[in-house]
């Protein structure tokens, strides 16, 4: 099991920077695929970018390729997301996922652990 916590989210004006942060437990991080994704109001959650437990391979959704990071650190247990070039769609609220799978699947049944998300706005 792991419990999940994100911090970092704020209001920001577009084309600024924010780095999202998800602390997990120490003992048992190391052992998950730990990704990101969002959810607008209206709208389904959507994947947005994921780094596996295995080799560190990383993916992302294509509306964020180029923009985003997504980076873990195994000796603090957090999993990081930098996010430059912010547009106003990209205002949601971001959840921290973990999976036991060693694969990045995009869709949200794969993923068993959630935090209880952190809030994004982007304005122009």
């Known amino acids: 099991q792991i419990q999940l916590v994100e911090s970092g989210g704020e209001s920001v004006r577009a084309g600024g920077s924010l780095r999202l942060s998800c602390l997990g437990n120490?003992?048992?991080?190391?052992?998950?695929?730990m990704g990101w994704f969002r959810q607008a109001p209206g709208k389904e959650r959507e994947f947005v970018a994921a780094?596996?437990?295995?080799?560190?391979?990383?993916k992302y959704a294509d509306s964020v390729k180029g923009r985003f990071t997504v980076s873990r650190d195994n000796a603090l247990n957090t999993l990081y997301l930098q996010m430059n070039g912010l547009k106003i769609e990209d205002t949601a609220t971001y959840y921290c996922?973990?999976?036991?799978?060693?694969?990045?699947?995009?869709?949200?049944?794969?993923?068993?652990?959630w935090g209880q998300g952190t809030q994004v706005t982007v304005y122009s």
């Open positions: 120490k003992n048992t991080f190391q052992y998950f695929t």
């Open positions: 996922a973990a999976s036991i799978l060693i694969d990045i699947i995009m869709t949200t049944g794969e993923w068993s652990y």
């Open positions: 780094i596996s437990k295995k080799d560190g391979r990383t």
